[in-house]
């Protein structure tokens, strides 16, 4: 029996489920307010007040509380992004079961993590942000109000995506209380930033509301001549002309200026010992002048939410994004791999100019009804989303780049390339999707899903490269409150991912597909100040391309990974002054179906293991109340290289933090990676490794008001 049978058959039964309660009850719907949010957050952009949020919106796009969703999810609040001294996104990830954060070391180009064995899909309020590689801006912390991590295969609600899960990143809003803040940092690397957040209502009725944030920063970084620089601006604006209807429009402007932060160096030389010695991690092979990585991003977009009565609301996003980045870089020369040269010093370099562009169009529209029937609580979601991405730009042709001592480099002696258009991409996907999610005399809880997408991709001047495809996915979960309060749950959940160009004999590849069963319990205190959750999960990925042993220069696609593990994470209030985050993650990532090398290898970059505490307490000092300090571990286990050839070690890093507030003043002193362990992050089977992030100490004072 396929196994994909029950779970589906489940799905479409009980989305049939609204229609006959409908008609056994004669259509009479009386209002219900689903228990639990009360309690919650209103909306995603609703400020939380410590590191536990009671809401989660991502998993169901609908509002659920998190003791009561039945799928592994994390919300990471700004109070949290803040204590534990995260200056970008991929940092604000490491204290999250089951990710891995930071997993190609000190990089500046991306926010880099793997979820569940794979690396995530980044969505901005709901809405897919990255289309392509290398073309846009990251997000900064400071315009964030909470990060969402979705662990397992989401394509119910998000269309095509990887196994691991998927993060959203929700942004600052409006709101109708006046309150500002402003904050300067100054840190190494001569970072010095100036930030600035306003909100408030415009008007005595506060109907109309407004939020303004800026952000100027200008720092160098742990790689010499790589600057990380920064400016933005984010207005919106909101009217809500009555308690049932909201109408946000936004706009966000920022130009980041960096570089080539990656060398991407050999194995010998940084995970072992060249004949001079190791790397050093500051090191720059690039060259001063010509190396860049200027992003720039013009986005705007609305929101709006409206109650039609007791039973439906209606919500819409939509948004536009003009992003581009001009990436000039020279760094080791992959020919076959890199490597240090007979003189142990010297390595060959390749020399690279980019310019990428992406135009990109994407909306959500949603249909939601929360009505009753006896004793079943229900929230029926329909909805349409569509994304529409136009990339293009140049690449640079000729160019050539001398050997460089990597111990001593002398730099000026490379040619530039001549950059020359490339051909258009436009990528573009529309799907629609249905959502039951019911609780039956209030302790049965179960979710269904099911959604078709269509999927279309093509390149200028390359017909064989065209892409047109469909996938239908679902997903099924269901859960238990126990008279202690604690939340077992079971769910079945799906994920595709299009696969462009065409086999040996014409045809188009089919999407690569995969499939979660996933396992967990969740028990959320009585004063709903803690929240401890346990997960097992099996993950196989299905239609990955592998040889044809019957036809040279043929992909057949019966390859098949698998990842298998356990996550354990507490956010727990230990008293009105202690808090603590503790997580751990065991995980098993490996091809188990290959025709080639691959086979049973285990897929690169994944830890076998992570660890993860953090912990902080309010404290008086000399009898001065408004102290507070903060530690943080994390153990990251060793990975491989996906060739199973070269282990990366595992590693050990400290975090602290301490801050006094006094008024409507607070200062902070924040140390990552305490004790400046120089680590290697990983390395690839192509032959390069990546250092990890160095110590970093960030002073911050700001003023609310």
């Not at 120089?678 to 160095?694: I, N, Q």
């Amino acid at each position: 029996m396929n196994k994909k049978l029950l779970p589906r058959a489940v799905a479409c039964a009980m989305l049939a489920w609204p229609a006959w309660a409908m008609a056994q009850t004669n259509n009479t719907l009386p209002t219900v307010q689903v228990e639990g949010q009360a309690q919650g957050e209103a909306t995603p952009a609703t400020p939380v007040e410590g590191y536990k949020a009671s809401t989660g919106f991502s998993a169901t796009k609908t509002g659920t509380p998190l003791a009561e969703t039945q799928q592994a999810i994390t919300v990471i609040t700004r109070e949290q992004v803040r204590d534990t001294g995260a200056v970008n996104v991929q940092e604000a990830l490491r204290y999250t079961a089951g990710v891995s954060a930071e997993s190609y070391g000190y990089d500046n180009r991306g926010d880099w993590a793997f979820i569940r064995g794979t690396s995530y899909v980044q969505y901005l309020d709901g809405l897919k942000t990255i289309f392509g590689f290398y073309n846009t801006t990251r997000p900064d912390p400071f315009t964030l109000e909470r990060i969402e991590v979705i662990k397992g295969p989401s394509s119910v609600l998000y269309g095509q995506g990887g196994f691991g899960g998927l993060i959203n990143l929700v942004s600052k809003r409006p709101q109708r209380e006046t309150a500002g803040e402003m904050e300067v940092q100054l840190g190494e690397y001569g970072r010095a930033q100036l930030g600035i957040d306003l909100t408030g209502s415009l008007n005595e009725e506060g109907t109309l509301q407004y939020r303004l944030i800026g952000l100027h920063r200008d720092s160098n970084t742990q790689v010499d001549y790589v600057p990380d620089d920064r400016s933005l601006v984010a207005p919106a604006l909101t009217w809500a002309p009555n308690a049932n209807t909201q109408f946000t429009v936004y706009a966000l402007q920022q130009r980041d200026l960096s570089g080539s932060s990656v060398g991407f160096f050999p194995v010998v030389g940084t995970r072992f010992e060249g004949p001079n010695g190791r790397i050093p991690n500051n090191v720059f092979i690039s060259e001063p002048g010509f190396d860049k990585y200027l992003s720039q991003n013009t986005s705007y977009g609305l929101e709006f939410n409206h109650r039609v009565n007791d039973i439906f609301s209606f919500s819409q996003k939509i948004r536009q994004t003009d992003s581009s980045v001009l990436y000039n870089s020279v760094y080791s020369a992959f020919a076959p791999r890199p490597r240090l040269n007979a003189d142990g010093r010297t390595i060959n370099r390749t020399i690279i100019a980019q310019i990428n562009n992406s135009d990109n169009l994407t909306s959500d529209s949603q249909l939601t009804a929360r009505w009753q029937a006896g004793d079943w609580d229900n929230t029926t979601t329909l909805g349409l989303d569509y994304q529409r991405a136009a990339l293009g730009g140049a690449r640079g042709q000729g160019g050539t780049a001398a050997p460089i001592d990597v111990f001593n480099p002398v730099y000026g002696n490379f040619t530039a390339p001549t950059l020359a258009d490339i051909a258009g991409t436009v990528q573009s996907q529309t799907g629609v999707y249905a959502q039951q999610q019911f609780k039956y005399n209030k302790r049965w809880l179960g979710t269904v899903g099911v959604r078709q997408d269509w999927a279309k991709s093509r390149t200028d001047r390359a017909p064989a490269s065209a892409l047109d495809q469909d996938a239908t996915t679902y997903k099924a979960s269901v859960g238990y409150i126990t008279n202690a309060g604690a939340m077992p749950y079971i769910s079945y959940s799906e994920s595709f991912l299009p696969i462009g160009g065409l086999d040996f004999f014409g045809n188009p590849f089919k999407p690569q597909t995969a499939e979660q069963i996933e396992a967990g319990v969740k028990y959320e205190t009585p004063n709903g100040k803690s929240l401890f959750t346990a997960a097992v999960y099996e993950i196989t990925e299905g239609n990955r391309r592998t040889a044809d042993p019957n036809q040279a220069g043929n992909q057949i696609q019966v390859g098949e990974a698998e990842s298998k593990g356990i996550e354990l994470e507490a956010n727990h209030r230990l008293s009105p002054s202690v808090d603590v985050l503790a997580a751990y993650a065991y995980t098993s990532a490996r091809v188990t179906r290959d025709n080639g090398a691959s086979q049973g290898k285990r897929l690169a970059t994944v830890p076998k293991q992570t660890l993860s505490l953090w912990g902080r307490q309010k404290f008086d000092w000399l009898g001065t109340p408004g102290w507070q300090w903060g530690a943080g571990l994390r153990f990251v286990d060793e990975s491989w290289d996906g060739a199973d050839n070269v282990r990366t070690p595992s590693v050990t890093l400290l975090d602290a933090m301490l801050s006094y507030t006094s008024g409507d003043w607070r200062y902070a002193l924040n140390a990552t990676n305490l004790a400046n362990r120089e680590y290697v992050s990983t390395c690839l089977a192509r032959g390069d490794c990546f250092y990890g992030t160095a110590r970093n100490v960030v002073f911050t004072a700001n003023y609310s008001f």
